[in-house]
Structures are given as C-alpha cells and as structure tokens.
C-alpha cells in the first residue's frame, strides 16, 4: 500500500518570497506523484505531475517538482509567489492500482 | 482538456430524504470514476470506484446501501445520499479517468451537502 506525507500544515509567506511545500511517499511499487490545488469550496485542479523521465516537471504557472527516488519525496517549489496562489496543495500517489493516495494538503497563505 | 462536470454544486436537504449528484465526463469516455469525501480542513477520503456497467467498489467502512453509486455509461457515474443525516452533510467530490489515462484523474467542482 501506499502512503503520502505532508508534513506541513499550514505555510505563510509573503507575496514575492519563494515557497517550498514538502511531500513525501512511500511505496513497494513505482509511482506516479501529482500536486493539486484546491481553492476555496472548488474540486481539485491538477497542477503537475510525473509519470515518468525527466524528475523535474513544471506547470504553467510557474511551480515546479523533482521526483527524488533516493529520498522518496516530490517537493513542490515556486521561486516567487502570488496573493492568488493562496489556496490548499494535495500531494498524491499512484501506485500498483488506479487509486489515487491523498496527502493531509498544505495550506499556503500569501501575505501581501 | 479533459472536463468533468458535477452538478449541484450546492444542495440542502431535510434529514431523511435521498439527494443524487452527478458526475459527467464532458470530453472523454471515463471508464473509471472516484468518489470522495472530504471533511472541513481534513483530506479527501476515497469511499468508492467505480467501473462502467460493473459494481462499484467501496473502500472499508463505507456504507454501500447509504451511498448508492451508479456508473451506467461511459460518460455519467452518480452517487445517492440515501436517507440522508447531518453527519453525512460534507463535501463530495468525484474524479475521473480514461484507459488510455490521458484525463489522469480529472477531478470535479465538488458538491457542498448540507442535511438539516
């Protein structure tokens, strides 16, 4: 079975600043790994995911991922933040069945 | 890209009624759809999958009879609230994907359940 771990709650930043959001899986089997983005009273948005190949991956909007085997983590990372990236991130695994393993989610407050 | 639309995206119902909500691929063949709760500032919890023309499955602790799940074509998976309580007001959202996996778990808007 597979498990997902997000270890922090919540996360203030100020607009501008960088932001990292931490997930880490386990799992006997290979993975894919996706990040969503939920906003208030929304469904769930995709907003990268790795399959496979390259371990960074990237979204439009500028976040981005690096699968780390050796680690077992797919820490999401953004160099400059927005007041509307403020929303609650999902971390999730796939692996072994078509199910999907939600992390806790992280909410990301950006404060002007 | 892939759509899934979910309708309502608000209910209230009286306590002891039945509520459906629908779940519909708008743009591909969704041969699986998920349906999950998810409670205020806690994560999304899976309580079924369902197959097109098959059974669904429900995860542990899930009550098959209260929530009554449908996939009957390719394109509209519904979940009924039977008899519904307060306990059972939440968020419910469904998700969907195709065989090729292009929609990759397309999710959608979620639906606001209040039982007073």
């Known amino acids: 079975a597979q498990s997902v771990t997000q270890l922090d709650s919540q996360v203030p930043v100020f607009e501008e600043a960088p932001v990292e959001l931490r997930c880490n899986y386990s799992s006997s089997v290979s993975v894919y790994l996706f990040w969503y983005v939920q906003y208030p009273n929304q469904g769930l948005q995709l907003l990268l995911k790795?399959?496979?190949?390259?371990?960074l991956v990237e979204s439009i909007n500028g976040f981005e991922a690096e699968f780390n085997k050796s680690q077992t983590s797919f820490h999401l990372r953004k160099p400059s933040v927005h007041i509307s990236d403020t929303a609650e991130y999902f971390c999730a695994v796939q692996g072994g069945s078509e199910k999907l393993v939600f992390g806790k989610g992280t909410k990301l407050t950006v404060n002007p | 890209g892939a759509v899934v639309s979910q309708h309502p995206s608000r209910v209230i119902c009286k306590s002891g009624t039945s509520v459906k909500i629908e779940c519909r691929s708008l743009?591909?063949?969704?041969?699986?759809m998920f349906w999950y709760r998810q409670f205020p500032k806690k994560s999304l919890m899976l309580m079924a999958t369902?197959?097109?023309?098959?059974?669904?499955?429900?995860e542990q602790g899930v009550e098959k009879d209260k929530f009554l799940i449908n996939h009957a074509s390719l394109t509209l998976s519904t979940l009924t609230v039977t008899s519904a309580h307060p306990e059972d007001s939440s968020f419910y959202i469904c998700?969907?994907?195709?065989?090729?996996?292009?929609?990759?778990?397309?999710f959608g808007s979620g639906t606001r359940l209040t039982v007073v």
């Open positions: 743009d591909f063949q969704a041969t699986t």
């Open positions: 998700s969907a994907t195709d065989k090729q996996g292009r929609a990759s778990y397309t």
């Open positions: 369902s197959n097109e023309g098959s059974k669904a499955t429900y």
């Open positions: 790795y399959l496979s190949g390259s371990t």
